[in-house]
């Protein structure tokens, strides 16, 4: 007989509160025209993005964070120390070591959360809701804190025809607490690894150090390229339309509930497109609210998720205690999707 004792925690888990932060400034297509042959009108028919916001130089990864963070447990009314796990989805911190979320942690004020980043592209949203879910269930947090963050202009190869209007910078994080009620449904995720190099970083961290130009991508004027994020954007379209659509469906089933249930539909923010075919994949009903914040956010990654859902809550568009079907799908190639109760 096992001498393990099992902590028991909330017999259920749900979304208390959701907050966000885009950088200051708001850059249009005009911009991204100044560095690649294109137009605005290509650019909006091929994504839907219209301007996307970058970071300054003082709204760092954590700075950014903190903020949205900060929103998220004020929505949630609950106090910084009550938070027992900070968890935080980036690929755009550029320190190896520590995690941010430990600073994060710190800044906020928590007392002595556990923090930790986790890379799952444009899926860690619900990667990292799954975490915090099980965390509330299981009893080692009472409440969790979710990030999605990125400074994806850092990552951006602005002569890239194909990627410089993509990428945009911003931050959104939840708050996940105890339920006594389902209110965040089994969530249905995976990778597909031998399509990971249909989106990949140009060069690793280790090559672009040694410094071997030879092996090394150069900009118009012969300099070296800082790494940046590459796609094969036909291959991810197909892929993201037919299968994405796929898990969604299995999501709702997972759920227990159809199309004809949501309220909202939030997927990762990628292209208006990819947005446009999975709902007429979905069939969804005319009365679902399909959030399009790509038009005015760009495509954020991991915090593109958590900041469509701030958005639609911000404007009215969603409300308390609408029942959405949110879908993360990136880089790896992974995905993440669940059915949530709106905060």
């Known amino acids: 007989m096992s001498k393990i004792k099992a902590r028991k925690g909330a017999p259920y888990a749900r979304i208390l509160g959701v907050g966000g932060y885009r950088p200051t400034r708001v850059v249009p297509n005009e911009v991204i025209l100044e560095t690649i042959d294109s137009s605005d009108e290509w650019i909006r028919s091929r994504s839907g993005i219209e301007t996307r916001h970058w970071a300054n130089d003082e709204e760092t990864v954590a700075a950014m964070s903190i903020e949205a963070s900060g929103k998220a447990i004020a929505d949630a009314g609950i ?103 389902p209110h965040i449904g089994p969530t249905v995720w995976g990778s597909e690894g031998d399509k990971s190099e249909t989106i990949k970083q140009t060069v690793p961290w280790n090559q672009f150090r040694l410094g071997d130009v030879s092996k090394l991508p150069l900009d118009s004027e012969g300099n070296v390229k800082f790494p940046a994020i590459t796609q094969e954007g036909q291959a991810v379209f197909r892929w993201a339309v037919f299968e994405m659509a796929k898990v969604a469906q299995q999501a709702l089933d997972a759920a227990g509930i159809t199309s004809d249930d949501l309220d909202v539909f939030i997927p990762h923010q990628a292209n208006v497109r990819i947005i446009d075919s999975m709902v007429k994949t979905l069939k969804l009903p005319e009365h679902v609210t399909v959030a399009r914040d790509i038009r005015t956010t760009g495509n954020t990654s991991a915090a593109s998720i958590p900041l469509a859902m701030e958005r639609l809550l911000a404007t009215g568009e969603a409300k308390s205690g609408d029942t959405a079907l949110v879908i993360g799908f990136g880089a790896g190639l992974v995905y993440a999707a669940t059915v949530v109760t709106l905060p």
């Open 79 to 181: 106090r910084a120390e009550q938070i027992g796990a900070v968890v935080v989805s980036t690929v755009s911190h550029f320190s190896q070591t520590p995690a941010v979320a430990t600073e994060i942690a710190d800044k906020l004020g928590t007392d002595k959360a556990a923090a930790f980043d986790i890379s799952a592209g444009c899926a860690g949203f619900g990667y990292g809701l799954t975490l915090a879910k099980g965390m509330v269930v299981e009893g080692s947090a009472e409440y969790a804190l979710v990030i999605g963050v990125e400074r994806l202009s850092d990552l951006t190869d602005l002569e890239d025809r194909a990627t410089a209007f993509l990428f945009g910078d911003g931050a959104g994080a939840v708050v996940v607490g105890p339920s006594e009620e």
